[in-house]
């Protein structure tokens, strides 16, 4: 099934949550990424993503440093969500949650990449000419990394039965 979005994949809620999930994909600007330290510590961090499709995955940008990253060395298993406010009305708010693993991407996969990735973070032409890293500054020994969370599982909101009796049940997609 395609939609506008371009996810070409069915889910078992029907289309109408195909072009949900789009939607939030596209307008989720920010996910927020939960981790877990070796230690067993629970981090969460809000991080500016690009996404891909066939297998969806997303990619974010951050300091090898950074707690959730040394987090992901050391337990991959990973969970967070995407967020939505619309105008602010009510019926406008959507989100999904997600589980996958995360990991650095290679260095052939920062060079494949790259491009797409500061595209969809810095729309405007202007900031991406001024703030996007060359891919050398993305490779080891550099301390910034690109890393992709492989979604696994993917739940949206169902809204149709919030209507009747306003509980919040999540619905899940069936991902391709």
């Known amino acids: 099934m395609e939609s506008r979005w371009g996810l070409g994949?069915?889910?078992?809620?029907g289309f109408m949550s195909v072009e949900r999930v789009g939607r939030i994909l596209a307008e989720a600007r920010y996910?927020?990424?939960?981790t877990v330290s070796g230690d067993g510590e629970p981090w969460s961090a809000v991080l500016q993503y690009a996404w891909l499709v066939r297998p969806l995955r997303f990619l974010f940008g951050s300091a090898t440093g950074?707690?959730?990253?040394?987090?992901?060395?050391?337990?991959?298993?990973?969970?967070?969500?995407l967020f939505v406010t619309g105008?602010?009305?009510?019926?406008?708010?959507?989100?999904?949650?997600?589980s996958g693993t995360c990991r650095e991407?290679?260095?052939?996969e920062v060079r494949e990449h790259h491009a797409t990735f500061y595209d969809a973070l810095?729309?405007?032409?202007?900031?991406?000419?001024e703030y996007t890293?060359?891919?050398?500054?993305?490779l080891a020994p550099a301390d910034h990394r690109i890393y992709q969370i492989t979604v696994d599982r993917l739940w949206i909101v169902d809204t149709s039965t919030w209507i009747e009796d306003r509980i919040d049940r999540r619905v899940e997609v069936t991902l391709p």
């Open 31 to 34: 996910l927020s990424l939960s």
């Open 122 to 129: 810095l729309p405007d032409e202007k900031d991406r000419a």
């Open 105 to 108: 991407l290679t260095e052939a």
């Open 87 to 98: 105008d602010g009305d009510l019926t406008d708010v959507d989100g999904a949650q997600f």
């Open 133 to 138: 890293l060359p891919v050398e500054a993305l």
């Open 66 to 81: 950074a707690r959730h990253c040394r987090d992901v060395e050391a337990r991959p298993a990973v969970s967070g969500s």
């Open 9 to 13: 994949w069915g889910v078992s809620v």
